[in-house]
């Protein structure tokens, strides 16, 4: 059974930090991986992707890839109360063109 | 927007009943999916199809069949909805590489 693990939370972070959100997984084959943000009974909406080893920014949130420890992170700087939501990992399936998504970290920013 | 629309958004049903859930989109894409959210479970992919009458099986597929006769809709049925079917479904579209979801089905089983 392909995983990918997520702390639920959950994560509380006042205003204006750096929020670190952080995902493993265990299939080695996986290729792509994305970080999605769902609010309270909406669906999920893409905010990174990554693909190569080492980090990639845009804007607030910087993605990490570290294909050898099997982790992903997400940095979300200068937090915002608008960025409470949940973070949902998801990488890419080796056997099908379909993504295993994680349960979801909480994130809380606290104004 | 992704012009993927689901519906019924909402629906309570009884044990027993059969109930079917309707994914339409707008762009033509060729990859279809159907995941269902539970709490502490995230999103679970049920069943894909990758083109008309092509469709493979997720890891939660017992118990719902899929039916892909045209492109733009992709209809994920539930022969006989029992109470751990209750949860929300979402169905999404690929675009190069990214999925894009529709705003959800909740179904309450009774």
């Known amino acids: 059974q392909k995983e990918v693990e997520q702390n639920s939370g959950p994560l509380s972070v006042p205003e204006g930090a750096i929020a670190s959100l952080n995902c493993t997984y265990s299939?080695?084959?996986?290729?792509?991986f994305f970080w999605y943000r769902q609010y309270s009974g909406k669906s999920p909406e893409l905010i990174m992707f990554?693909?190569?080893?080492g980090d990639k920014e845009d804007g607030r949130f910087t993605a990490q890839l570290n294909k050898a420890s099997q982790y992903v992170s997400l940095l979300i700087r200068d937090s915002q109360p608008s960025d409470s939501a949940t973070y949902l990992c998801?990488?890419?399936?080796?056997?099908?063109?379909?993504?295993?998504f994680g349960s979801g970290t909480r994130l809380q920013v606290q104004p | 927007d992704a012009g993927i629309t689901q519906s019924p958004r909402h629906k309570v049903t009884e044990t027993g009943t059969p109930v079917t859930l309707r994914c339409h989109q707008t762009?033509?894409?060729?990859?279809m999916y159907w995941y269902r959210q539970d709490p502490g479970h995230g999103l679970r992919l049920i069943h894909y199809?990758?083109?008309?009458?092509?469709?493979d099986k997720g890891e939660v597929s017992d118990g719902y069949s899929v039916s892909r006769s045209k492109t733009e809709d992709f209809l994920l049925t539930l022969e006989s909805a029992t109470s751990s079917q209750t949860s929300v479904y979402f169905c999404?579209?690929?675009?190069?590489?990214?999925?894009?979801f529709g705003e959800g089905s909740r179904l309450t089983v009774l």
């Open positions: 990554i693909y190569s080893n």
């Open positions: 999404a579209i690929e675009d190069t590489g990214e999925l894009f």
């Open positions: 762009e033509n894409h060729r990859y």
């Open positions: 199809s990758y083109g008309v009458k092509d469709t």
């Open positions: 998801a990488v890419t399936d080796t056997g099908r063109r379909a993504l295993t």
């Open positions: 299939d080695r084959g996986s290729q792509s």
